[in-house]
């Protein structure tokens, strides 16, 4: 696959890293409910995974999924979940349809969440033949409708609106 220049690569992770911390908050809190540009919603359970056997099955979970089968076709391309040496990022790597996921950072499991999942999932359902930004408009609307429809609509809305309030295009 060619790629094009990966423009508001910074901005989706960004709000990203929004999102999660607003999640964090609701846990850390118990307080679910929020304000969202005059909406009351309730925020759903965001899953947290324990290994990279379980993030496996959630991953083969969600690809087998019908309306995701149905929507992309690599949904069919089985991929391979890997501990990532480092503490820095997740990726996926697209020539191993694999997604490498840090244990730890700090003492702390942060990429063990369903958001970052999801997100390195919507990387794989990219059509591979077609010249896109890895980060692209394209990207972010698998993405956010993905945490839309598994996480749910309430997430996919705080997703949204956040990619939104960052700058983010979204297709």
Known sequence: MTQT??????????????VRRVFDGADEHGVRELELFGSKITLP???KF???????????????LNWVRAQWERASVP?????RGGERAAHYEGST??????LHRGGTAWALREFVVLHEIAHHLA?????????GPEFVGRYVELVGEIVGAE?????????????????
């Not at 056997?53 to 087998?64: P, R």
């Open 79 to 83: 991929v391979t979940v890997r501990a």
């Open 155 to 171: 997430a996919g809305l705080v997703l949204r609106t956040t990619m939104s309030e960052c700058g983010v295009r979204i297709g």
């Open 50 to 64: 324990a290994s990279v056997e379980s993030i496996q099955t959630y991953v083969d979970a969600v690809l087998g």
């Open 97 to 102: 349809a694999t997604i490498a996921v840090p």
């Open 127 to 135: 059509p591979p033949d077609v010249e896109l930004a890895p980060h």
């Open 45 to 47: 359970v965001e899953r």
């Open 5 to 18: 220049r990966d423009s508001q690569r910074a901005r989706v992770y960004d709000a990203d890293q929004l």
